[in-house]
């Protein structure tokens, strides 16, 4: 039997939430033992080359090509978890939501106090990708099947969260676990 | 100048920061709003921070830190102000002021902005401007009004109609709202004399009597809750506190609810009695009246009711010549804020602080305002003690059902001919009342107001009573040509959004949910999944703190349930997901602030 396949991503995150996926330290070389990974910052393969089992997306969606590869790993993806606040709720980067996006583009790049930009030039290239409205948390862009709580998660609930869907055996979840408050 | 001006407001209060409601009140009424350099001074006077000041401030709709006009209208923007044709008057004010709600007017000669309900839903659209009801807003009258406003009139020189019926008339009062009482009782009943029943029977009895007489009678508290009112006082008179407080509850918020107001203006002294008859039961020295806002125009009017009472022995020392029971009434009011309703909340409020409700235990009975034993009763149980008293116990008991005695104040409004206040013993059914109401094509009922349950006709055969439809006076009529989802549940959604205190994260955080899901499903992207979640999310609401919290998603929760099939019809059947967003929408505004045309 194959191993299953692992892809992961950070959209509009931070890369903390990684950061503490690798906080799991010598269980990653049990990991590799387990899965197979595809898609990911981790070994940097940027296209998908095989069907997933599971993907672990970090962040939520700031701008259209957040969106792009939110739906390329839903349709790649058997599995799909939001994984950690941002991706959950938007997060930080979602503090913008009450701010209408032309005020935040002026501030962050002509008006801002520490921005110099005398000839006011704007990003504008067809290049870049679309900046969004607001900031949305993934399940409101494509079905998501589980979520993952933190900021970041903690690495032990990474570890049984993955252990459990990859030997399909019941996880348990103390009160403490996922308590963020 | 203005700096004497605070410091004499200060002094009136003692300086007192548990008086800060009435010193900010003060203020503002002095001089239009509340200026942003008077907050530290105000501080300093009470022995505040200037965050507490400011925090108590933001939490009230009616206090503002800015001006709102010479003329500031506050058009009322609930449910039954929709139905009778609120947004084409809207629409004149803004057209006839040139400023959207919300603004005030370059010159500062008029602010429109929008408010809860103001307690006048059979007579809708209504607008209290500068302090004054005006019910019945047309659009005509609305040009009208504006136009005395460029002139300069002042303010009760627009009315352009005559007085209302009943008190309403009097000198002290002079408004135009009506009372439309429909159907009376006990307690609206006109046989009462003021004052009979506390200085001829309770004058003779003792405070464990008088508990012993509204026990026997089975009253339950007729602000919603139902808890039953004798073993509040007594649970009162038991607990140890060196004072004790009466409080009655007429902030009177719940949208579509207005019996309050008029008990307060046809019958006071009978509030009042009965006030003093709880003082008496528990052992309170002090009562007072927590009035809303929106009825500051009853002021004047219930000062004059005290201060008679006071004259003829029903208030003061030796109060109905019972030695040694000095007991007063004053009249705390509040600024705008549907969750003062709640009664830790409106303690909270009456201490000076943002309305926010309490943890429980304690409850007030054993710590309430400024930590004493403090009963809170709501305007008719207080009321109907007096005639508990009067006619005994067993004779009230022989009203309404087994378990739901007595009467209750219902304020009918909506879809019917004969909107206004109905007093009917419990046990009714809802056609029962469809039919006094002269409502006719009738789709469906809001009982107990957005706090309670939405209603359909399978439901009418159902009885109002603690154990079937509770409710605390509420009652909505909507006819077939309403959109339930559209105008109804989102109405209500959105009222709750803006009177949550914000304290639980559920009720500060759920509503909102509910209405972009709520939005969603009305624009044809729902799913399956939108309804299931409503659901689940709808049933966190019960770890909030206080009642309010416990019922915010009761419009969405109650209308799924009654009428499920309104949402079934609006949502894709062969669709699992559906993000909602449209993309070329989202970059919209971004792309037009760049210079660049959104490709996809």
Request: glycine residues 8%.
């Amino acid at each position: 039997m194959s191993k299953p396949i692992i892809a992961t991503t950070s959209l509009a995150g931070c890369f903390g939430c990684h950061m503490s996926f690798l906080d799991i330290d010598d269980r990653l070389l049990d990991l590799i033992e387990l899965v197979e990974f595809n898609k990911s910052p981790i070994n940097d393969i940027k296209n998908f080359t095989n069907v997933c089992d599971i993907g672990l997306i970090e962040g939520g969606c700031c701008n259209t090509e957040n969106i792009h590869i939110l739906k390329e790993f839903r349709k790649n993806c058997k599995i799909l978890i939001s994984f950690g606040e941002c991706a959950i709720m938007g997060g930080l980067p979602a503090m913008r939501n009450d701010v209408p996006v032309r005020e935040c583009l002026e501030e962050a790049y002509l008006s801002g106090p520490s921005t110099v930009n005398e000839e006011r030039i704007l990003p504008n290239d067809e290049e870049l990708p679309m900046i969004l409205n607001r900031v949305y948390p993934c399940h409101e862009v494509v079905k998501m099947d589980y979520h993952l709580p933190g900021c970041p998660p903690n690495a032990d609930l990474i570890w049984d969260v993955l252990h459990a869907l990859i030997l399909d055996v019941n996880i348990e979840l103390p009160y403490e676990v996922i308590k963020y408050d | 100048m203005i700096e004497n001006k605070i410091q004499k407001i200060l002094d009136k209060f003692n300086r007192d920061k548990t008086r800060l409601m009435d010193i900010l009140l003060h203020i503002q009424s002095e001089i239009g709003y509340i200026p942003q350099t008077l907050i530290q001074p105000i501080a300093d006077g009470i022995d505040l921070s200037a965050a507490d000041v400011l925090q108590t401030i933001s939490f009230y709709h009616f206090f503002t830190l800015k001006p709102r006009g010479k003329y500031t209208i506050y058009l009322n923007n609930s449910i039954v102000a929709y139905m009778m044709g609120r947004e084409k008057v809207a629409k004149v004010f803004e057209e006839e002021c040139g400023c959207k709600f919300g603004e005030v007017t370059e010159d500062g000669l008029i602010g429109l902005f929008d408010t809860a309900c103001i307690g006048m839903s059979d007579q809708e659209p209504a607008a209290l401007i500068n302090g004054k009801v005006f019910t019945n807003i047309t659009t005509f009258r609305a040009r009208e009004i504006i136009r005395d406003m460029k002139q300069g009139r002042k303010v009760e020189e627009m009315f352009a109609t005559t007085f209302g019926d009943g008190k309403n008339a009097s000198p002290l009062i002079r408004t135009i709202v009506r009372n439309r009482m429909k159907r009376t009782g006990p307690v609206l009943n006109m046989s009462y004399k003021a004052g009979n029943t506390l200085l001829k029977q309770v004058a003779q009895m003792t405070p464990k009597e008088v508990i012993n007489e509204v026990k026997l009678s089975h009253l339950r508290g007729r602000g919603g809750a139902g808890f039953p009112t004798g073993l509040k006082w007594e649970f009162c008179r038991r607990a140890s506190g060196e004072k004790k407080f009466v409080f009655c509850n007429a902030d009177e918020g719940e949208p579509g609810t207005f019996k309050d107001r008029v008990i307060l203006t046809e019958k006071p002294e009978m509030l009042f009695e009965g006030m003093t008859i709880a003082g008496y039961a528990i052992g309170a020295k002090e009562g007072i009246l927590y009035l809303r806002y929106e009825y500051m125009y009853l002021k004047k009017y219930l000062e004059d009711v005290l201060d008679r009472l006071r004259k003829n022995n029903q208030l003061g020392p030796n109060t109905a010549n019972i030695k040694g029971f000095d007991f007063d009434i004053r009249i705390q009011f509040g600024a705008g804020a549907y969750v003062c309703g709640e009664e830790s909340a409106l303690i909270e409020s009456s201490e000076g602080k943002r309305g926010e409700p309490r943890n429980r235990p304690p409850f007030p009975v054993e710590k309430g305002y400024l930590d004493y034993p403090t009963v809170v009763n709501n305007v008719e149980t207080l009321c109907s003690v007096v005639r508990i008293i009067q006619n005994g116990g067993d004779w009230y008991r022989s009203l309404g059902t087994e378990e739901s005695t007595g009467t209750k104040v219902l304020s009918v409004s909506g879809d019917c001919r004969y909107a206004g206040i109905y007093e009917l013993e419990w046990g009714f059914t809802v056609s029962d009342i469809l039919e006094m109401a002269g409502a006719e094509n009738t789709l469906a009922v809001q009982v107990g107001g957005p706090s309670g349950a939405l209603i359909g006709p399978d439901d009418f055969n159902r009885t109002l009573c603690y154990s079937d439809l509770a409710t605390g006076g509420s009652f909505i009529i909507f006819n077939e040509s309403r959109d339930i989802l559209r105008d109804v549940v989102m109405n209500f959604t959105e009222f709750f959004i803006d009177e949550s205190c914000g304290s639980c994260v559920p009720c500060r955080n759920i509503p909102t949910l509910l209405k972009h899901k709520l939005e969603k499903i009305l624009q044809g992207h729902g799913t399956e999944k939108d309804i299931t979640d409503i659901k689940e999310w709808g049933n966190m609401m019960q770890i909030n703190r206080c009642g309010l919290g416990h019922t915010a998603a009761n419009p969405v929760l109650t209308s799924l349930k009654n009428f499920r099939h309104l949402y079934e019809d609006k949502i894709q059947k062969t669709v699992e997901f559906d993000s909602g967003i449209d993309l070329a929408e989202a970059v919209a505004e971004s792309c037009e602030f760049v210079d660049r045309i959104p490709k996809f």
